[in-house]
């Protein structure tokens, strides 16, 4: 049974940091590509951030360029998106997904896999 777990979401101030985590089981994690995606109320789930099963390549987002980092560590089985200098904008839940097989990173359906989100609340 696979799980993907996430957590170190919270409310911070404008120009603050958060480092998500996403620990996963059941599945060979490093031969599945990772991603973050980040969903407001009422609103489409939406591409942040990926990265390739053995973590040699990243993507991420226009509007978090030179703000947010996706990186993985396969021996820990766990993804993370450290994010800086947040912006109120960057509230919502966000979601960490696993694809054993990708073409279209920004695609949600193209990830098998979700965790249960977390929370990130950023307040001006």
């Known amino acids: 049974q696979v799980q993907l777990v996430e957590s170190g979401g919270g409310l911070v101030q404008a120009g603050g940091s958060l480092r998500l985590s996403c620990a996963a089981s059941?599945?060979?994690?490093?031969?599945?590509?990772m991603a973050w995606f980040r969903q407001e109320p009422g609103k489409e789930r939406l591409f942040v951030a990926a990265?390739?099963?053995?973590?040699?390549?990243?993507y991420y987002v226009d509007s978090v360029k030179g703000r947010f980092a996706i990186s993985r560590d396969n021996a820990k089985n766990t993804l993370y998106l450290q994010m800086n200098s947040l912006k109120p904008e960057d509230t919502a839940v966000y979601y960490c997904?696993?694809?054993?097989?990708?073409?279209?990173?920004?695609?949600?359906?193209?990830?098998?896999?979700w965790g249960q989100g977390t929370q990130v609340t950023v307040s001006s």
């Open positions: 997904a696993a694809a054993s097989w990708v073409e279209v990173l920004t695609a949600p359906h193209e990830y098998e896999y």
């Open positions: 059941g599945l060979t994690f490093n031969t599945y590509a």
């Open positions: 990265v390739t099963p053995i973590g040699g390549r990243t």
